[in-house]
């Protein structure tokens, strides 16, 4: 499957973001999503998840009760809401795919293998 992530912007702290990753190439219902980011000088780190039926979530725990994984299978798209945006919330994001046939939700970016090009996310105080 192939993923683009798009959305990003510059937004000042406090502000709101959706980020959208479009697929193509496969059935987007086969696979959980994961969004991942990159700070600058940092590793990756991973963000939030859904399972390929859109259940099962897991948040990273800096980003709970501000950002929202979600998935609509219809138009092989899924989303990140950001909200309440924080300075350190700035960076590359990034979304990837894991073939499953089941409802598992991976919080590992070595589980997944499918990635798709990063979207800026810049968000100043």
């Known amino acids: 499957v192939q993923l683009q992530a798009c959305g990003g912007g510059s937004v000042q702290a406090g502000g709101s973001l959706r980020l959208s990753c479009a697929t193509s190439?496969?059935?987007?219902?086969?696979?959980?999503m994961g969004w991942f980011r990159r700070a600058p000088g940092k590793e990756r780190e991973f963000v939030a998840t859904i399972s390929r039926g859109g259940k099962i979530t897991f948040y990273a725990n800096s980003v709970k009760g501000r950002f929202t994984i979600s998935r609509d299978n219809a138009k092989n798209t899924g989303y990140l809401q950001m909200n309440s945006l924080k300075p350190e919330d700035t960076a590359v994001y990034s979304c990837a795919a894991k073939y499953t046939v089941t409802g598992v939700a991976p919080t590992q970016k070595w589980e997944y293998d499918n990635w798709g090009q990063g979207t800026l996310v810049t968000v100043s105080s």
């Open positions: 190439g496969r059935t987007f219902s086969d696979y959980a």
